[in-house]
Structures are given as structure tokens and as C-alpha cells.
């Protein structure tokens, strides 16, 4: 194995990354996918830590840059001038996530890999063997569809911080069963999971947290594992972060959405206990954690119920607080 460095000017070129795979021919095995949007202080750690990689298998690097108003397509296109056969660069000409479309269904039908790695270019890997050792383990456990490992929480000059968001719910291991239903959570920058397929369905498009859908989705293809053999990754926090930054209130608004879409996809495409499952924890959010009568029916309202079905809801919460 060969000696590795996070510092530019260590950085292994393209042909020692590629001298340590057992073949260079054929697609990759592992399809590395991130998404970027006015990264440009961060993009640069996102890609040393791709590139630090050591593998005996191919992999390639798929950046998709969501039409950056700064520097970070400039950058992605500078290391993907001196990494050719390894960088695949796409550049939006037109933002869609202001289009309401979910960044990873731009993205992962790109991947040609057995396994998809994730990590969002404002995050970052450490581990210059995360790559080989998530390949061996889902290579030797066929049912395991995802795994993922832990993470830490950072600033934007890198400094560590204390945060629930890296940590704090991850889930050790669990079934395909427990993913379906959202009782599994990893963080999205540790993901590798199988290249299977997953439905663009038209209710991803109007969840806000879209990896609870991926889990979900991928649970139906087995379970996962937590790596406790791998550096953490590392999470960061600032203030361009789409889910980082959101307040309490706000956050608990994006779970009353997702779970809220995540019933209409099961009860739409015929899966009635997911339904039904999903409904309670909808309903559970409003009921349980809303601060007022209001803020219930504000919510109920936005994310789009027939009046008459926010009325009866309203007429249960009333006599459930009654009791």
C-alpha cells in the first residue's frame, strides 16, 4: 500500500492511484458521487479525501456541481484536468434543487460501480482505506445493502464542534425491515451501498431530508452495518448548509414533510403497512411535538392536506388534549 497525504502537493497522481488496482480495464467497482453548490472553500477537501483512497479495485469520482455562483466548478474542472481517467465532472447550467429536484437523482444513475460512496462536497473522508474496507465487507455479506460509519462535526476552518447531527442518531446495525420503516439513520458522508434501483418517485421530489426516502428505499434490499474500523468522516456545519443550519422548529417541519410524502409513496404504490406505519409517525410528530394549535395547522397546511382533512385532524389533536 502506498503512502498517503491529505496536502495538495502530496496528493498520489493518477497513475499510482490506479497502479494499486488489481485491473484497470472494465467499469469501476465503487462509483464515488458528490454533490456540490457553492462548496468552493470545502471542495478541495471533499476531493483529497477521494483521492487518498487506496484500493485494489477501480473506482471513479463523479462531482456534479448544481450551477455555483463561486469558484467550485472552476476547481472541480482543475482537478478533473489532472485526474482524467479518474474525475468525472457535471456542471448544471440551471440550479435544480431550486427546481425541487432531489440532487441524488441527478446524480447516482451516472454511477457505472457495483457500489455507490457518497459524501456531499462540503464533507469530507479521513480514512484512506474507507473505500477498500465497506468494499470487502459488502462483498462478503450479501445481506447488507448499505454501510455506513461514524463521523464528527466541523466548522468551517475544520474545527472540531459539538453536534447531534454527525453523531448523535446513528443506529448501529440494522434490518432491511427497520430501514423500510425509518428506524435506521447513518450519516449520508459515510454511505456505501449497492447500485441498485431506486425509484425517482414524484414524492422525493417534495421531501426536504431525502436520505430518510434513500434509506427507506434501500431497505428493501437488505440491511445495514456501522463500521466502528474507520476514521470518522467529517460533517460540516455552516451557514450554506441546506440541512446543518435549520433551526429546531424548521427541522421538526421537514420531518412532518417527510414522513407525510413517505405515506403517500407507500399507500400509492400499494404498500399498506408502510402506509399506515408512516401515517402514525406522522401523526405522532404533529400531535406529540407541536407547540400549539396553530403551528399544528400551519404545518398541516403547507405541506399541502385538504382543508377537510386538516379539519378532522385538528378535531382529533382536540380531544386527544382534552384527555
Known amino acids: 500500500m502506498r503512502t498517503t497525504s491529505t496536502h495538495p502537493e502530496t496528493l498520489p497522481d493518477q497513475d499510482s ?28 477537501d471533499a476531493l483529497r479525501g477521494f483521492l487518498i483512497q487506496d484500493t485494489d479495485f477501480p473506482f471513479e469520482i463523479i462531482v456534479r456541481d448544481d450551477a455555483s455562483t463561486d469558484g467550485t466548478a472552476g476547481i472541480i474542472r482543475s482537478y478533473q484536468k489532472r485526474y482524467p481517467l479518474l474525475i468525472r ?59 455506513g460509519h461514524p463521523a464528527i462535526s466541523v466548522d468551517r476552518q475544520g474545527k472540531e464542534i459539538p453536534s447531534a447531527q454527525a453523531s448523535g442518531r446513528t443506529v448501529q446495525c440494522v434490518t432491511g425491515e427497520q430501514l423500510i420503516r425509518g428506524d435506521g439513520y447513518m450519516q449520508s458522508l459515510s454511505w456505501m451501498f449497492r447500485n441498485v434501483e431506486l425509484d425517482n418517485a414524484p414524492e422525493r421530489r417534495m421531501v426536504r431530508n431525502g436520505d430518510r426516502f434513500i434509506l427507506s428505499l434501500l431497505g428493501h434490499y437488505g440491511g445495514s452495518h456501522y463500521h466502528t474500523d474507520i476514521q470518522p468522516g467529517r460533517y460540516r456545519v455552516h451557514e450554506g448548509g441546506v440541512w446543518s443550519m435549520l433551526s429546531q422548529k424548521n427541522r421538526m417541519e421537514a420531518h412532518i414533510n417527510t414522513w407525510y ?27 406529540l411535538r407541536s407547540s400549539s394549535k396553530e403551528l399544528t395547522e400551519r404545518y398541516l397546511r403547507k405541506i399541502g392536506l385538504p382543508r377537510k382533512l386538516v379539519s378532522a385532524i385538528m378535531n382529533i389533536l382536540a380531544v386527544l388534549v382534552r384527555r
Open 261 to 287: 410524502w413517505m405515506y403517500r409513496y407507500y399507500a400509492r404504490t400499494g404498500q399498506q403497512a408502510y402506509a399506515d406505519h408512516y401515517w402514525r409517525k406522522f401523526l405522532q410528530v404533529v400531535f
Open 17 to 44: 492511484i490506479m497502479s494499486q488496482w488489481s485491473t484497470s480495464t472494465g467499469p469501476p467497482l465503487v462509483s464515488i458521487c458528490s454533490n456540490t453548490y457553492n462548496h468552493e472553500q470545502f471542495i478541495e
Open 89 to 147: 465532472g457535471i456542471y448544471e447550467k440551471e440550479n435544480q434543487y431550486a427546481k425541487c429536484i432531489p440532487p441524488t437523482t441527478r446524480i447516482f444513475p451516472k454511477a457505472r460501480g457495483k457500489y455507490i460512496a457518497f459524501c456531499d462536497g462540503d464533507d469530507s473522508w479521513t480514512d484512506p482505506h474507507k473505500l477498500q474496507i465497506q468494499f470487502d465487507y459488502l462483498e462478503n455479506h450479501p445481506g447488507i445493502v448499505i454501510s
